[in-house]
């Protein structure tokens, strides 16, 4: 697929292929659980949950110490906001293999969703120790360290993660956010401004520039006294 441009129906109609070549050869050779993982990958893409949780369970009958398995499903679990049974594989998953840095980002971020903002540390930092080049993980330990008040820390994680990768819109845009909470407008109008400059037309963007407004209002102080009740 390497140097083609797909539409979205190419993309759809290449997927739909690969469900089709891999129930082919399920049938004749119906205890291969590579064909089960490939064709819960196009269910996945194709949007057939259900289907794709179904065909991970059978990879994970027939090779339950396949750690790779336990991420996709545990993907689809959170999809399908079935958090509890997303956890579960992700436990598994790091059992199986603990040193897969990804693997903690991404269960650290269900006990983020949850509320268990301590465990959301933990796994951070347990990533960031395997992965010290990733930046996502220090945006989520940046944001459970935000709702945990601890500011100061919070801040050298977002920092971090912009030193790692200075295109990274939502760093900057939880950094100032904070900066914006603590009362450092400044840097909060300054980051905010970068979000623009990098991605004006996404979500971030589109939040930003609401917050310049505001900053920027006359009526700023009362205006920002409402926006903080968002936090």
């Known amino acids: 697929m390497i140097g083609t441009r797909l539409t979205a129906p190419g993309v759809q109609d290449y997927w739909r292929r690969i469900v089709d ?17 490939k064709r819960a990958q196009a269910y996945k893409e194709l949007g057939d949950l259900e289907l794709a949780l179904g065909d991970l369970t059978r990879v ?26 997303a956890l579960q594989d992700f436990h598994t998953a790091i059992y199986l293999n ?21 465990e959301a540390v933990q796994d951070a930092t347990e990533s960031i120790r395997l992965d010290p080049s990733q930046p996502q993980s220090h945006v989520l330990r940046g944001n459970a360290y935000f709702e945990l008040n601890s500011y100061d820390k919070a801040i050298a994680d977002f920092s ?12 900057y845009y939880f950094r100032a956010m904070l900066y914006h909470r603590i ?6 109008i300054a980051d905010y401004q970068k979000v623009l400059q990098l ?4 979500q971030a963007g589109r939040l930003a520039q609401r917050k310049l407004e505001i900053m920027t209002s006359p009526d700023q102080e009362s205006q920002s ?3 903080d009740e968002l936090f």
């Open 21 to 37: 070549e891999c129930s082919r050869e399920i049938t004749e050779l119906p205890n291969n659980p590579l064909r089960y993982y």
């Open 60 to 85: 994970i009958d027939l090779k339950s110490d396949d750690p790779k398995a336990y991420i996709l499903r545990a993907g689809i679990h959170r999809q399908l906001k079935q958090n509890r049974r």
């Open 98 to 118: 603990s040193a897969d840095a990804n693997a903690y980002l991404l269960r650290g971020n269900i006990y983020k969703i949850e509320g268990q903002l301590k």
């Open 199 to 202: 991605s004006p037309d996404s």
């Open 160 to 171: 971090k993660a912009i030193e790692l990768d200075n295109s990274y819109t939502n760093a």
């Open 225 to 227: 006294t409402a926006e």
């Open 183 to 188: 009362r450092k407008n400044d840097a909060a």
